[in-house]
């Protein structure tokens, strides 16, 4: 079976483009700091505050969006190492970009090791200076991607109608992967999506929390008789699969829907994650959320609906949904969302994707999901 084609929108910068952008921009801050040491002043590097606190939502943006406030690091006797370290960083990134060369965030704690004196102790440290660069130059759509630096995380499974046009980094040549022709197995998300292009004559694309219910539809061979590309995010997203989706939603037009357990964390951490991105991450959202994305279930209504099993709500639980609706932006701003969170606390019970087994395992692909299908509209936003 093969996918028919939809036109592709271009992208708006190619990677050598960017690559471009990313050096130069390296360079103009390396350019600024030895200018101001020259000048027998302080430099400073200027990074944009990291919190849901300097967040804001608006749903025509349709992501969690940073604001205006900024830190400051002033080179001081007591700031030397870090700020050693970030500019060392920064050259590593550019030297990488040059070579087009990748490590992952584990291989840049060990490279420092090599810096004397400005070597990290430990990783969390290393991750946090890459953090800062990334938040840097997130404005000219730099990504910590784009550094060629990547996590050591699963991408996400991928199975339905869609081909993926990968390439051979040695010749270039194109590889085509056919996601119907993978047996039992599934394609694995790679860490660099930026040179996929796709085709698909996909309706939708379902975005699955759980590997057991992903395995369950893929068994039953649900992509082919729903039209859609499934895709297992594993818990929160990957940064590689939230951007996989957005590529593909916005590529090839197709909508995106979300299944997860009904329980705030997969309300106010996966799906919110999904959709419109954290505020920690507030400064690349708009590169790795999915704004078209909409909540298909499980729902507290479908626990009603459906009969579900459920387990109580634990005070992690209760604590997650009441700061979700007194806190996040996205939340505030969706009243549907704040019916669905008094309803989950009024009942104080919590289902996971597996319930449905209760009435038997074909129930949840033969039964609930054509259902929920049937009316997208009624969808959570």
């Known amino acids: 079976m093969s996918a028919r084609r939809r036109r592709r929108k271009p992208p708006t910068v190619s990677r050598a483009e960017l690559d471009a952008v990313t050096v130069e921009q390296i360079e103009n801050v390396a350019r600024t700091v030895h200018r101001t040491i020259k000048s027998h002043e302080s430099p400073r590097l200027t990074f944009p505050v990291r919190a849901l606190s300097n967040v804001s939502y608006y749903k025509k943006v349709g992501y ?3 604001e205006d406030s900024v830190s400051e690091r002033t080179l001081t006797v007591n700031t030397a190492k870090s700020f050693a370290q970030t500019l060392l960083m920064m050259e590593l990134a550019r030297s990488h970009i040059r070579l087009d060369e990748h490590a992952t965030k584990r291989e840049a704690y060990y490279i420092s090791k090599n810096w004397d004196a400005a070597k990290f102790n430990e990783q969390p440290e290393s991750d946090t200076v890459l953090d800062d660069i990334e938040a840097m130059f997130a404005r000219y759509g730099v990504t910590r991607e784009q550094l060629r630096f990547t ?13 993926v046009i990968d390439r051979d980094p040695e010749t270039g040549e194109e590889i085509t992967i056919d996601c119907t022709r993978l047996g039992t197995g599934s394609y694995s998300v790679p860490k660099d999506v930026e040179v996929l292009r796709f085709e698909t004559d996909a309706k939708f694309v379902m ?8 395995d369950r539809l ?9 039209k859609c590309v499934l895709i297992e995010m594993g818990g929160v997203p990957s940064r590689m699969c939230r951007r996989f989706v957005r590529r593909l939603s916005d590529a090839m037009d197709i909508p995106v829907y979300a299944f997860t357990d009904c329980d705030p964390y997969g309300f106010a951490n996966i799906y919110r994650t999904l959709k419109v991105g954290s505020g920690n991450a507030a400064h690349i959202n708009q590169f790795f959320c999915v704004p078209r994305a909409r909540f298909l279930g499980v729902t507290p209504q479908d626990i009603i609906d459906y009969d579900l099993p459920t387990h109580p709500l634990k005070p992690v639980d209760i604590k997650r949904a009441k700061d979700a609706m007194k806190n996040d932006p996205f939340f505030k701003a969706h009243r549907p969302w704040k019916n669905a969170i008094d309803l989950i606390l009024k009942l104080g019970r919590r289902a996971e994707q597996q319930a449905f087994a209760k009435h038997h395992l074909q129930f949840v692909y033969d039964t609930y999901l054509p259902e929920k299908l049937a009316s997208p509209a009624k969808f959570l936003p």
Do not use: M
């Open 64 to 66: 969690l969006e940073i």
């Open 151 to 163: 996590a050591e995380q699963h991408g996400g499974s991928v199975v339905g109608s869609l081909l």
């Open 207 to 214: 975005c699955i929390e759980t590997g057991g219910i992903f």
């Open 218 to 226: 893929n068994r039953a061979k649900f992509w082919r008789d729903h």
